[in-house]
């Protein structure tokens, strides 16, 4: 009898240790048995089979059946769910399950990628007595040497096959598809990239990446036979980024969970068994290959690739991992280097490539423009122009429904939501908004603070807009493209393939695709970076800059145009300086502030989060010549908005207090703490 270290894999709390159980047979490290655990029936994954004698004191609970026969787990597996699971609070059962995709989850995995083969029995055939048509399927088999059971039904009827099957003249066999070796289909020459065992960080824009860097990776990777993994933010961007590959090279896989069984099939088959694959995939690719030879991370911003949900997976931690258990080639590709390989960088740990295109960007003071509508009148120009040559044009907003801002045309008070204090959005319903963090739907027929119902409606999301440009340009094709489209990737195919189109998206979208255009409008191009001002969107910037970058123009005639609505913000500096070194630099004197902030006079103030900004708001318009503010910041802990308030001495830092204080309205006066020393500084 065989002792067996299980895990149970799909149990909703978290257990780490494996618990012990019985088999008549010796089973291998990986395999997927069913057992009984508690009252239910599940399955679990063998870590170890040891031979025991038999114990009749503390009987052990026997194995029920064995799923299947093969061993999907490997050792470097089964480390990196270790650390995974003390690193994240979880249970490794889950994780484990995550590493072993659901299709695996059955008797015989790779049942439908047998493929169906034929061949001839010499010895039936000499006994057998064929018709003229039957003569003549052996005689075209046997001068064109094929096995293929697909072709031959398509040349000929199935009926007349299966005849000879049944006859036994053709014998009918499976066979698993033969895994081919990755090559290029036109001839390549690489480049001299100097290679390290270190991380490798290359500083420039997708589209560059892909044709030059990335590729000269994969010949080497092909050259060497060495396994190559690439990560995307998205399955829009794994799927854009592997149809270009495959224009390029023979054998390249897509990998996702969200994709049907049998492409995923095909794709997990070919990496596993082969000697080198090429496969594209988001970030779960990662657990399922974590063995690979080069690791290439695309788009590498901070917060890019960050899961709070169960089991957590933070791309960065989970590499480090990686690692630490086998040498392998990490390779980022981004504008804005993550500022945790900041200090890496400064000390040369990581080999970095910098070269950053300059691009030429035209940016509009909506403010000095003047607008009542949603383009200024030089960006309205470029519209008309656009559309009167019949070019393709991307138009990208912030938001992807209707619009986000509603206003009183009176007395100019924004709409907020009664329960969490958020700015309601519009729907295509009148009258009838929508509170994008707390989900409810309210209707509102008057303001209720000066009693008029005359609202305003201001910035547009991608479907107002495409309302909006259908009314005024009705025979321009006119795409729309968000994460909530069926099919994001026959949008892009008809936008492109169009003869001359728009397509309306938003910042974040256009931060992960590749779009070949004629001009780029970006209305409202701060309103992401705007989040930063409360620190609660750390990769604002990187989206705002991989969405200038990722829709490729022509050369000749480069139209870039982004309209700003609070040009004073700070950031807003490095973004019309594509200042990508100046932009880390602000960040990370930032966070030095956040952990140590080093004034001589400093407060913390505090208000809860469903008393919105408006007090720390009005704390800011009233600071003194010698002050300054850090923040707002959002502290999800405590769900509070927190703001650190810094003078040269505590006489300017109580003066200021007290007069933003006082101007406060008594409602929340009572929920505002205010923390005068050093010593309680949020370290987030």
């Known amino acids: 009898m065989y002792r067996n270290e299980v895990v149970i894999a799909n149990v909703p709390y978290a257990l780490n240790r494996p618990y012990d159980y019985t088999s008549e047979f010796q089973l291998d490290f990986g395999m997927l048995v069913s057992v009984s655990f508690g009252k239910t029936m599940t399955y679990g994954i063998v870590i170890s089979s040891t031979w025991m004698e038999e114990n009749t004191e503390n009987a052990l609970k026997p194995i029920d059946g064995l799923i299947n026969a093969y061993s999907f787990l490997s050792e470097i597996q089964y480390q990196l769910a270790l650390t995974m699971a003390y690193q994240g609070f979880c249970s490794l059962g889950k994780i484990l399950v995550q590493m072993i995709p659901s299709f695996l989850r059955v008797e015989q995995p790779y049942r439908s990628l047998l493929v169906p083969k034929i061949h001839i029995d010499q010895t039936i055939l000499n006994q057998t007595k064929l018709n003229v048509a039957q003569t003549e399927i052996i005689e075209w088999l046997n001068h064109h040497h094929c096995d293929d059971y697909h072709q031959l039904i398509d040349l000929y009827s199935s009926n007349r096959i299966n005849t000879l099957i049944k006859k036994g003249v053709l014998v009918k066999s499976f066979s698993l598809p033969q895994v081919v070796q990755p090559s290029f289909k036109h001839p390549y020459r690489a480049k001299d990239i100097p290679l390290d065992s270190n991380s490798i960080l290359y500083k420039m824009n997708l589209s560059e990446f892909i044709q030059g860097p990335l590729l000269d990776w994969l010949y080497r990777s092909i050259q060497t036979n060495e396994s190559v993994v690439i990560i995307v933010p998205s399955l829009l961007s794994a799927q854009l980024i592997h149809r270009w590959l495959q224009s390029q090279i023979d054998v390249v896989d897509l990998y996702d969970p969200s994709l049907s069984n049998a492409l995923k099939r095909i794709s997990y088959y070919r990496f596993t068994h082969g000697l080198t694959t090429i496969t594209v995939g988001t970030k779960s690719l990662l657990l399922v290959k974590p063995d690979a030879s080069r690791i290439i991370i695309l788009q590498a911003h901070d917060g890019s690739y960050l899961q709070d949900n169960d089991p957590r997976i933070h791309v960065d931690e989970v590499v480090d991992t990686i690692r ?31 070269k950053v295109e300059d691009v030429e960007v035209g940016f509009i003071d909506t403010k000095k423009q003047c607008i009542d509508h949603e383009f200024a009148p030089f960006t309205l120009n ?18 992807k429904g209707w619009y986000y801002q509603v206003q009183c045309g009176h007395c100019h008070q924004f709409l907020v939501c009664p329960s969490c204090n958020h700015l309601l959005h519009s729907t295509d319903r009148p009258n009838v908004y929508y509170c994008a963090n707390c989900g409810k739907t309210i209707q509102r027929q008057r303001c209720s603070k000066c009693r008029h119902q005359q609202w305003v409606y201001r910035k547009p999301g991608v479907q107002a807009l495409k309302e909006q440009l259908s009314k005024r ?35 974040r979208m256009l931060g992960q695709i590749i779009v070949h255009a004629d001009g780029l409008i970006m209305l409202h191009g701060d309103s992401a970076l705007s989040y930063r001002q409360f620190r609660n969107d750390e990769w604002a ?43 880390t630099r602000y960040e990370l004197s930032y966070r030095q502030q956040m952990v140590l902030p080093p004034y001589s006079a400093v407060a913390l103030i505090k208000t809860p989060m469903r008393y919105g900004l408006n007090a720390l708001q009005q704390c800011i318009q009233t600071k003194p010549m010698d002050g300054h503010v850090i923040g707002p910041s959002e502290s999800q802990s405590d769900q509070t908005y927190r703001l650190i308030v810094r003078t040269k001495d505590l006489t300017s830092l109580q003066d200021w207090l007290n007069r933003w204080f006082t101007e406060l309205p008594q409602r929340i006066k009572g929920g505002i703490t205010i923390s005068i020393d050093p010593n309680t500084m949020p370290n987030e």
């Not at 630490?324 to 490539?353: A, G, N």
């Not at 123009?553 to 200042?579: F, G, K, S, T």
């Open 473 to 507: 340009y009705p025979e321009f094709p006119i795409f729309d493209l968000t994460n909530d489209s069926l099919d994001p990737l026959c949008v892009i195919d008809s936008y492109e393939h169009s003869s001359y189109a728009i397509l309306i998206t938003t910042h």
């Open 324 to 354: 630490s258990l086998h040498q392998t080639t990490v390779i980022l590709q981004t504008l804005i280097p993550p500022l945790s390989l900041q200090e890496d960088i400064d000390q040369h740990k990581i080999q970095v490539i910098e």
């Open 541 to 583: 910037m990187a989206q705002v800059m991989d969405a200038v970058y990722n829709v490729v123009l022509p050369h000749d005639d480069p139209n870039r145009i982004i309209q700003l609505d609070h040009p004073a913000h700070p950031l807003n500096e490095y973004l019309q300086n594509l200042d990508v070194q100046g932009y």
């Open 382 to 399: 470029l519209l008309d122009q656009m559309v009167s040559t019949k070019k393709h044009l991307v138009i990208s907003t912030s938001r």
